[in-house]
């Protein structure tokens, strides 16, 4: 297992952060996981990944099916401290165009509309 | 029946002409073939049977035969010659006589067993095991010999007919009218797993037994219950009891038996909290035998061996059901490859040429060439993850996408319809990355690219990544795509690599990287540099994902 998640939750909204490698299997399942049980609790959601070092492809499926899942569910997720590399893979795979990415973990909650920011 | 010796010296196994002598000492025991006489038995080594014991004499005894008769003759023994427990001079010997020769405990003769009329369990034994239960063994080690025969007789057994015969074993053992076993399920509910009465026949209801005491007996720690109704005043809701007239119940559970690897294991305080798989259970009724006499010696050792010639009989299955799983995976993987191998198509004005280096795993990666009336066509893709799955998946997006561009099917079409696919089957969170590119004979070429890494287009030595892309394809039901063109010329050259070439990893975790695959490219003039660039780069660190490399020369 190369993936801990912190959960902290500011003004109802969850901040998830990421540590180590997103892949397929173990860690996939448990991120998976994590972001199904955090919007059990508030359909407002910041996924921190900044200290993510790799996100293989089978990763990167399981965040674009949380992620589009939640969507329709009515959840909101806002994707922040991508490193460059997942900005390149996003951009690869024209992701980029459907998450939504901010720079910083305010802005995030900004647009979520929290007071915190 | 004929006798079949097991070990011993044998001759002519079965054959009838020649009566045998069973030999059992201690545990040991052997056949031997009267195929002479006289037959001596004695102390000294050049006798037909050696008993070496000092209870025996040198000279003990003779088998002769007269008259087609067979007699034993004592030579003057010191501790004498026995048939049945009984001394003799000179004995005319009968089947299934016990001959003892000075030993009284040890070690005896049978005389040319009857084995057409032992028992069934005796019989059973004899032939898988040949082991000879004697006629006064206690019912405790009969239970013994038969559960370690069966144990044997599970590297071949079924679970089904292993449980049956020891249901037969313990209503002969407790003398009970019926017998049951119930197995829990993957939920854990017990399920009727066979059923049997005293007359060995198969019992398929189970409604007339007391549910409540095999209830009681799977929550009790102890080894075994016995409720002998008669003696017992509460029988409130035991409708069972009351109903069928049932007078005695005896509840087996059936426990894993414990690893006895660690320390834990042999502690006591963890012996009753072993895992119940199931529960034995007999009854009887009122009008019939009591059996809440039984030896609870027996009871507990049925308990115990019972509970572990299941969990063998169960591991004997699962492996076996492994190994044809294990077999029909690798007729699919064979499957698989056949259908991943490519047949590189022959055309005037292009060459193709394609590799793949497989990590330790079965990948998702696949490449396929077509020719078709719209030009030469290949395809690259890369299914998420690895593994069975990826491995499915990439042989129907293949499939699919073969037939399509035989079809003729316009490249955007084709990706379209295969998100639509996987989309709409909700595979969930599975993918593939790929490219399609389509040249024509007037180097024309179209190509549309579906997350996957983006081609390399080396014209003179210059390398160009076109920034065209489009999302994978099956992760977004919506999805639109979109293809680009590109007019190549004599000597241009297309270059499609799967992620595993770029991510491809050093010692020091750093990636093969663009800037890397872009260099050698621009030099190089052969697909083969590009691998050799990629080793030299890894060094001695194994691959973790498969490495695809097609290039596509356009000749003019």
New interface residues.
């Given amino acids: 297992m190369n993936l801990k998640i912190d959960k902290r939750v500011v003004d109802g909204v969850a901040i998830m952060s990421c540590h180590g490698r997103i892949m397929?299997g173990e860690e996939?399942t448990v991120l998976?996981d994590s972001l199904k049980d955090a919007l059990k609790t508030t359909p407002r959601l910041v996924l921190n990944l900044s200290d993510v070092t790799y996100i293989?492809?089978?990763g990167?499926?399981?965040l674009?099916?949380v992620y589009?899942s939640a969507r329709a569910a009515g959840a909101d997720i806002k994707l922040t401290g991508l490193g460059q590399r997942l900005r390149d893979v996003l951009q690869?795979?024209?992701?980029a165009t459907?998450f939504q990415v901010f720079d910083t973990e305010q802005e995030a909650l900004a647009a979520l509309g929290s007071g915190a920011a | 029946m004929a006798f079949q010796p097991i070990t011993g010296p044998v001759s002519s196994p079965g054959s009838g002409i020649f009566p045998t002598l069973v030999f059992v000492q201690g545990n040991d025991q052997r056949t031997i073939n009267l195929d002479h006489t006289p037959f001596t038995v004695g102390r000294k080594v050049d006798k037909d049977l050696v008993i070496a014991d000092p209870r025996v004499s040198r000279d003990h005894a003779l088998i002769t035969s007269e008259d087609g008769q067979f007699c034993v003759v004592d030579q003057g023994s010191k501790h004498g010659t026995f048939v049945n427990g009984e001394r003799v001079q000179r004995k005319t010997l009968e089947r299934n006589d016990r001959v003892e020769f000075g030993v009284r405990d040890v070690s005896y003769v049978i005389f040319h067993p009857h084995h057409a009329s032992s028992n069934t369990a005796r019989e059973f034994l004899s032939q898988i095991s040949g082991i000879q239960i004697s006629t006064d063994a206690t019912d405790l080690e009969k239970l013994t010999l038969f559960l370690e025969a069966a144990r044997k007789l599970n590297t071949t057994g079924v679970l089904d007919e292993i449980l049956v015969t020891l249901l037969d074993a313990t209503l002969k053992l407790t003398r009970a009218e019926r017998g049951y076993v119930f197995m829990r399920d993957e939920e854990g509910k017990l399920r009727l797993a066979a059923g049997r009465n005293s007359k060995d026949e198969p019992l398929l209801d189970d409604t007339t037994i007391s549910h409540s005491i095999l209830d009681e007996a799977l929550k009790s720690n102890s080894e075994f219950v016995i409720t002998d109704t008669s003696q017992s005043l509460d029988l409130a809701g035991r409708h069972s009891i009351v109903a069928y007239d049932l007078r005695t119940v005896i509840c087996i559970p059936l426990r894993k038996p414990q690893v006895q690897a660690t320390r834990e294991a042999q502690a006591p305080a963890t012996e009753n909290s072993a895992e119940v798989m199931g529960a034995l259970y007999v009854d009887s009724r009122f009008a019939s035998r009591d059996i809440s006499s039984v030896s609870n010696d027996i009871l507990r050792a049925i308990a115990t061996e019972a509970a572990s010639l299941i969990e063998n009989a169960r591991l004997v299955q699962a492996e076996e059901a492994s190994r044809r799983y294990q077999q029909e995976l690798s007729i699919a993987a064979s499957i698989q490859q056949r259908l991943m191998a490519v047949t590189i198509p022959e055309v005037p004005f292009a060459t193709l040429k394609g590799r793949n280096l497989s990590c330790k795993e079965i990948g998702g990666d696949f490449f396929d060439a077509v020719n078709t009336d719209e030009g030469l066509a290949v395809v690259l893709a890369d299914v998420s993850g690895k593994g069975v799955s990826a491995a499915l998946l990439a042989s129907t997006l293949q499939g699919m996408i073969y037939s399509q561009l035989t079809a003729g099917m316009p490249l955007i079409e084709i990706v379209t319809a295969a998100n639509r696919f996987f989309t709409h089957k909700h595979i969930g969170e599975k993918y593939a990355t790929l490219i399609i590119a389509r040249i024509r004979r007037d180097g024309e070429l179209e190509y549309v690219n579906c997350g996957h890494v983006p081609p390399l287009l080396v014209c003179n030595h210059e390398v160009m990544r076109p920034p065209h892309g489009n999302l994978p394809v099956g992760l977004l039901a919506d999805a639109t795509y979109e293809s680009d063109h590109v007019s190549l010329h004599a000597g241009d050259r297309l270059i499609l690599v799967t992620d595993g070439v770029t991510e491809a990893e050093n010692a020091r975790g750093d990636f093969f990287e663009d800037s890397r695959l872009e260099t050698v490219a621009a030099k190089s003039s052969s697909l083969e540099d590009i691998f050799t660039a990629v080793a030299n780069f890894c060094g001695g660190t194994p691959l973790s994902d498969d490495c695809t490399v097609v290039e596509l020369v356009y000749s003019g």
């Fill in positions: 397929f996939a998976r293989d492809s089978g990167l499926g399981t674009v099916g589009s690869i795979t024209k992701l459907v």
